[in-house]
């Protein structure tokens, strides 16, 4: 008899061990082990509803920005210093840059004036 109830308490205690470490401890390590974005990952702005969403990003030097037209028209990214331009953007296309050096990048769609966004790069 008190080899049986040693058993099953045993047999409990093991169970018990197995269900509470792993039902609890995996979801706090995945969350807790999170990367940071490093230079170089991309950042999306969509174009929607005649706006850039968001219409401010700032990015590490080396980042990717991808503009992706999720409007029913064309659209352009035109960088206000003559930089870079995407040229007519159709709706589902998309127009990358990667900033090399840092400072504020203004853009705007040439073809709806109302349309302005900027990019700040941190060296």
């Known amino acids: 008899m008190i080899k049986t109830a040693s058993f099953i308490v045993v047999a409990m205690l093991a169970l018990a061990a197995c269900s509470g470490s792993s039902g609890s401890a995996a979801p706090t390590a995945a969350t807790s082990q999170a990367p940071a974005a490093p230079a170089g990952d991309a950042t999306a702005v969509s174009i ?6 968001p219409a401010s990003n700032s990015v590490p030097t080396g980042s990717k920005v991808t503009w992706t037209n999720n409007d029913t028209t064309a659209h352009t990214v035109t960088f206000d210093d003559g930089s870079a331009d995407s040229g007519n953007l159709a709706p589902g296309s998309t127009f990358d840059h990667t900033f090399a050096t840092a400072g504020t990048f203004a853009y705007h769609c040439t073809i709806h004036s109302s349309m302005h966004g900027t990019v700040t790069v941190t060296p």
Do not use: G, M
Request: hydrophobic content about 50%.
């Open 48 to 53: 929607k509803d005649f706006a850039f969403s």
